[in-house]
């Protein structure tokens, strides 16, 4: 994912600093599955990847080329 890869940090990394696995971080970036951070939960995934909500809900749309991973995380975003 180009937020990690921005960051400069591996899966590994991410998968720390979110208190997940490297095979999990590896599922959301293949589209696989999708995160379900907490509202509360979303500054911290902001800091892991070092970017704006905005870019984090990008990011993730993008990569699933549709509105579920923003209904999953409980936004609805108009574009």
């Given amino acids: 994912m180009w937020l990690r890869k921005r960051a400069k940090k591996t899966q590994r990394q991410i998968a720390v600093e979110l208190d997940t696995t490297e095979s ?3 599922k959301w970036e293949r589209g696989i599955v999708v995160p379900h951070p907490a509202l509360t939960d979303l ?3 902001c800091q892991a990847y070092d970017c704006s909500i905005e ?3 990008e990011a993730f749309s993008n990569i699933h080329g549709d509105q579920q991973v923003l209904q999953a995380a409980g936004l609805n975003i108009e574009n």
Avoid: G, R, T, W
């Fill in 43 to 45: 500054p911290k995934y």
């Fill in 55 to 57: 870019e984090l809900i």
């Fill in 24 to 26: 999990v971080v590896s």
